[in-house]
């Protein structure tokens, strides 16, 4: 248990080390909280840019709206430490 608690931690402080990564993953939690969610997913289906592997990892976590939360509070009460 604490093990998983653990990475997930380490997973929140490289996304939100990462500029690229904490601006696409905000952008998901945003885009989740006003319902367009489906909007988003049918957009990165048709992405011509991503590979098939990136696509079905990003929609994988555009659905855990937990995560998304997670990481938007994580990204804020760090924001003044990175």
Do not use: P
Request: hydrophobic share 40%; with cysteine; proline share 0%.
């Amino acid at each position: 248990m604490v093990g998983e608690w653990l990475q997930d931690l380490e997973s929140l402080e490289a996304i939100s080390r990462n500029d690229g990564a904490r601006r696409i993953f905000l952008r998901m939690a945003v885009v989740h909280r006003s319902g367009r969610m489906d909007q988003f997913l049918e957009g990165l289906a048709g992405d011509g840019d991503l590979d098939e592997r990136t696509k079905e990892t990003l929609a994988e976590l555009a659905r855990d709206e937990e995560f998304l939360l997670a990481v938007e509070e994580y990204c804020q009460r760090t924001a003044t430490h990175h």
